[in-house]
């Protein structure tokens, strides 16, 4: 599931473009909205870039 929402972001594809292995693209946006709604993803991104080696900053 978070494969598939990435591999959208980072194509910068429609949704409707997601390849089939990655599942539903209604599943797919469905999710992707409540986790960025409900703040999932803010919180996650916290933790990534408190966790990141000073040569990547």
């Known amino acids: 599931m978070l494969n ?3 591999w ?3 194509a910068g594809a429609a949704w409707h473009d997601v390849p089939e292995r990655y599942g ?3 599943t ?3 999710r992707f909205r409540r ?3 409900d703040g999932t993803f ?3 991104g916290t933790g990534v870039g408190a966790s990141r080696p000073s040569c990547l900053s």
């Open 4 to 6: 598939g929402i990435v």
């Open 8 to 10: 959208t972001i980072r």
């Open 24 to 26: 539903s693209w209604q």
């Open 28 to 30: 797919l946006y469905t």
């Open 35 to 37: 986790w960025a709604l």
């Open 42 to 44: 803010a919180a996650k």
